[in-house]
């Protein structure tokens, strides 16, 4: 059995640091509802990327709402808001992403949430915190990478700042929650008690830079300094760490012995014995190694460089990704389907339990598909 | 009372992924204790970074192992592997991050360990699971970013591959494997069955990249194009992205061009009436150009009245002067057992409306293998 099983999910939660943490759930067993307002639904079902839709709601919506039913509610409705009010009495789990203040004003903060269920476990995303100057400030993705000090981490120095090309301080927030509320559930197991779970995303991106933040405190406040070479991969790295062009594509050389990496790939490195040097020496030594590399192909060097047993590997795009034979021996896809038949094709959970990959070919709902159903399981007496 | 308390977990892991996991379940409250190789110990303990070394060992080591135990012993020896099992035969939680094959040639499989210990939560992190053709290959993080094609997201149109600037992909298999270790341990608490627990960098690489992967398979297999300047996001319109101003840089995400060419006033804006995503290399520029006239400050007190999403971008010094920094009190102390004290990072879960700190600092290599004989092996 899949280890949340028989566990109610009430997912207010829009948009994605939220909703992710809730596939995690439905993916471990968990059932997940989500509460959206009537019609028009979450937030998200509009926001597009490349105008790509299924039955109304966007691609995004469906990849990160799959395994999941929907429930549409007016919280603002008062009739509505005693349906809500009941399914918080059946329900383990609930979770939001309201601006401080907001479930305060409905009348669903922790403390109402409680008087309902004694045993609620309520977890809720902020962008900032609940206190401080910026906690009314927009939780948005790029804001909180710019914020951060993250955006100094890729690139060059030469460079502006570089923020990561996906939403970073999201997904690991949505993945901080998840901890949060299944630690939530190992406590109360034990207490028989409500839990409140609270995360934020500045907290989770600034989490992700733990080793970095560490450094800058321990080393009299010293910036981190980006390499300056084309595919310089990490501020706090020795050579040759970083991308490399070769003749037909790009190679990656992770941490290594950079003397021996110089013999298998006939550059004179001789005068960088000192250690210190690959460090300190990194671009120079970047740009030996670049100028050789560029004279062969990717396979070429790869058969030397894993021979030898040094860390290297090939930099594929989506397109060679999609057609490795391990996408498919691996299960790294599965197709999900909604009630009307549609079929998409999206990725899956990755953590395995017990030997086998976590499937599930529920596609994301309509909006208030599962209203009756739900009315009859949970509010019908 | 912490979430894991009473809960003792025994890590063989190296590196950053499984001690990253067993970090967030000590902070929740766990006993982890480092199963260490004597005389060198964890590699993390010797891999210099920035040539930052504290108190003898890496920077990296001091931050991922603080809050932990350490027990040195050489489990390639028989004898020494028998008293090794006493201590497993006890834990909740036995975790590692060996190539597969290692844990089995050791004799401290899945199997093996249940065998001594029926209900226990085992969990690994590979590179890339147990397939055939892969399972041999490094499972670095850098590797892992170029094989997943995730270098292709972040950067500008012509800079190449950009590898994301911190081991993300590490990172990301450490955060899953402590989300299954805590549903396992949940269904251990309410049924009493133990689990296998198996969490790849490969897979964690595809589900971060759920988003544009699911793009990917459902438009035709067109690659992902990042904006020739000013790149936050290959698949979102201008104006995602940060621009320079003259003093320093600031942060757009989503706005109407319309509403922005007035707010800033900025007429070139003006021949774009509505946000067209074909457009977005020319919105681009005229904006880059426009917000380089005054400084971030100047900006912001426009856009953020008219609840545009925008910020500065801060470097570390600036954000550590912030007091939307200062509030959550994210630093914390720590001491290892020598007197020896450095500042770091807290977990940043918060729960029952309190921070989960710990003044511990990361272990000596085996400083509690006495306490750990006495208290697991002789008794």
Known sequence: MKPLEGLVVLEFCQFLAGPSAGLKLADLGARVIKIERPVKGEACRQLSIKDLFVDESSLLFHTINRNKESFAADLKNPDDLVLIKKLIAKADIMTHNFRPGVMEKIGLDFNEALTINPKIIYGTITGYGTIGPWAKKPGQDLLLQSLSGLSWLSGRKSQEPVPFGLAVADLMCGNHFVQGILAALLKRAKTGKGVLVEVSLLESVLDVQFEAITSFLNDGGQLPERGDVKGSAHAFLSAPYGVYQTQDGYISLAMGDLLFIGNVLEVDLSQYSDKHQWFASRDEIRELLSEKLKTQTTDHWLYFLQKEGIWSGKVLNYEELGSQPFVNELQLKQTVQNAAGEKLVTTRSPIQLDGAVLLSTKAAPKVGEDNLKIHEQFLSE | ???????????????????????????????????????????????????????????????????????????????????????????????????????????????????????????????????????????????????????????????????????????????????????????????????????????????????????????????????????????LGAPYGIYKTKNGFLALAMGSIPVLASLLKCDALLQFPENKFTLRDEIKNILATHLQTQDTDFWLQILEPADIWCAGVLNYQQLFAEDGFKVLEFTQQVEMLDGYSYKTTRCPIKIDGAYFTSTKGSPKLGQDNEKIIKEFITA
């Open chain 2, 1 to 235: 009372m912490k979430p894991l308390e009473d809960y003792l977990i025994i890590d063989f892991s190296q590196f950053l992924s499984g001690p990253s996991a067993s970090l967030r379940l000590a902070d929740l409250g766990a006993r982890v204790i480092k199963i260490e190789k004597p005389g060198t110990g964890d590699i993390c303990r010797t891999l210099y970074t920035s040539d930052l070394i504290m108190n003898g060992e890496s920077s990296v080591f001091h931050t991922i192992n603080r809050n932990k135990e350490s027990f040195a012993i050489d489990f390639k020896q028989p004898e020494e592997l028998e008293k090794l099992k006493k201590l497993l035969a006890k834990a909740d939680v036995v975790m590692h991050n060996f190539r597969p094959g290692v844990m089995e040639r050791i004799g401290l499989s899945y199997d093996a360990v249940k065998a001594i210990n029926p209900n226990v939560v085992y969990a690994s992190i590979s590179g890339f699971g147990h397939h055939p053709d892969l399972k041999d290959l490094p499972g670095q993080d850098l590797l892992l970013q170029s094989l997943t094609a995730l270098t292709w997201l972040s950067g500008n149109q012509e800079d190449g591959p950009v590898p994301m600037g911190l081991s993300i992909v590490d990172m990301l298999a450490g955060a899953h494997l402590a989300q299954g270790i805590l549903a396992a341990l949940y269904r251990k608490a309410t049924h009493n069955v133990g689990a296998n627990v198996q969490v790849s960098m490969l897979e964690s690489a595809f589900d971060f990249q759920f988003e544009t992967i699911t793009t990917f398979f459902n438009d035709g297999g067109e690659l992902p194009v990042r904006t020739k300047t000013n790149n936050a996001h290959a698949y």
